[in-house]
């Protein structure tokens, strides 16, 4: 089955303690992103990568990195998480076809950061 | 710069009457444009998409949405809701103007009365 898939679900983390949220995804997409979701903001993007060793910052990207190492895998790393980084986390990608195909979601992963 | 307008970010209807979620762009060029829904505790799922061809699109569970570039405008509709449509719905942009990078509205609650 296509699919994009996150892990983990759930996190409860303390402040300052580095944490890694992982995204794979199997249908040998270019392009993957990592948004973050809150109430009445909608989807704001962290970082994307047009494809392996390519990524670039989006609008919220301060507190975050990224790797693309390999085509599937996009981790998002907090190195020192903050109260602020409480939120849900979606990973999501797509064929590099001109942004003309739909984005591709994972289901998410909703971080407390105490 | 492009950005997306939803107008309403609740919106309450009664099972079995017309749904109308709205959308607006700002863009100099004709963007892609889609319209995502999320149900509780899911990732984002595609409704529909326009990709410059049919200005009316057809999506699943009997969504629609016409594009009006006059008017900037991709309103979601669906003309009886049904108790399995309360969820959150997105619309978002891409295209040349943003650098083929997504853009999304900050969301519609929709809640169906029964």
């Known amino acids: 089955e296509a699919q994009v898939t996150q892990n983990p679900r759930y996190l409860i983390t303390v402040t300052g303690k580095k944490l890694t949220v992982t995204c794979s995804q199997n249908?040998?997409?270019?392009?993957m992103s990592w948004y973050r979701q809150d109430p009445g903001l909608g989807l704001r993007q962290i970082y994307y990568?047009?494809?392996?060793?390519?990524?670039d910052k989006g609008d919220v990207p301060e507190g975050y990195k990224v790797s693309r190492k390999e085509k599937r895998n996009f981790p998002l790393i907090l190195e020192s998480p903050s109260p602020n980084q409480t939120s849900l986390y979606f990973c999501?990608?797509?064929?590099?076809?001109?942004?003309?195909?739909?984005?591709?979601f994972g289901n998410g992963t909703r971080l407390t950061v105490t | 710069a492009q950005s997306v307008t939803q107008l309403g970010s609740h919106v309450s209807v009664s099972e079995g009457a017309l749904v109308l979620l709205r959308c607006n762009y700002s863009?100099?060029?004709?963007?892609?444009l889609f319209w995502y829904v999320q149900y509780p505790n899911q990732g984002l799922q595609l409704l529909l998409k326009?990709?410059?061809?049919?200005?009316l699109v057809k999506g699943i569970n009997g969504f629609e949405a016409e594009f009006k570039k006059s008017e900037t405008s991709f309103h979601l509709t669906k003309p009886s809701a049904h108790m399995s449509d309360a969820a959150e719905y997105f619309c978002?942009?891409?295209?040349?103007?943003?650098?083929?990078?997504?853009?999304f509205g900050t969301g519609t609650s929709l809640t169906v009365i029964p």
């Open positions: 249908m040998n997409h270019e392009y």
């Open positions: 863009s100099s060029v004709p963007p892609y």
């Open positions: 999501a990608s797509t064929p590099l076809r001109g942004a003309r195909s739909p984005l591709h």
């Open positions: 326009y990709t410059s061809a049919a200005t």
């Open positions: 990568s047009m494809n392996v060793e390519v990524t």
């Open positions: 978002a942009v891409s295209g040349t103007d943003t650098g083929n990078q997504f853009y």
